[in-house]
């Protein structure tokens, strides 16, 4: 049937994407990282771009500011980042990693890349590479 949901490509993109992330997270709690996936991600991408924004880091993940800030909260509690003034600007804060931040990533990330190496199994790198184009050409046909 061609308007069967489980034929949609967005569909397919959105299911695989909820899938890899409950494997991460079973990965994350077995391992007792006391963390989430979106944590993991908003850590990645501070580490990727530090300093950044608040707004920055929201543009980035694709996340809402008041979700950002909540996890951020979080993450601040926990001591992997701190937030620092901005001169002259009362209102935003560059988010960097502490030390201790820095530390846990590099403690867990053989861990993660095991994770994508096994979401990629059986895929040749020309494989991969395509797929790739795809999910860009697809992200960039939907801005």
Known sequence: MKDELSTVVLFQI???SKIAKRYSQRL???NDWGLTV????LLKIIEQHTPISQKELSNLSMRDTASITRTLDLLEKKKY????AIPNNRRQYNIELTKQGHSFIERHMDKVRETREKSLEGFTEKEI???SDFLLRIQANMK
């Open 129 to 131: 590479s395509v797929l």
């Open 14 to 16: 959105d299911q695989t």
């Open 81 to 84: 980042v701190e937030r620092q």
């Open 28 to 30: 994350f709690d077995q």
């Open 38 to 41: 979106d944590q993991w991600v």
